[in-house]
């Protein structure tokens, strides 16, 4: 089974959300996690149509 992963380059804009990232430990090792809103920064710098829709639900389901 596949598992699509996003790479990232780590530009200007990006590099307080990827230093504050944090580790999770995982069955296959570790994983590293970015915060809601470094999420939604990421999104909104990428801006397109699915990345929209993502925020929105970001921002409802941390919203209530």
């Not at 999770?24 to 699915?50: C, F, N, P, T, Y």
Request: charged content about 30%.
């Amino acid at each position: 089974e596949a598992l699509p992963l996003d790479l990232v380059l780590v530009a200007p804009p990006l590099k307080e959300v990827w230093t504050g990232r944090r580790q999770i430990r995982w069955d296959a090792g570790l994983l590293h996690i970015v915060s809601r809103q470094g999420l939604i920064l990421m999104k909104e710098l990428r801006g397109d149509v699915q990345d929209e829709a993502d925020i929105e639900r970001l921002q409802e389901v941390h919203d209530g």
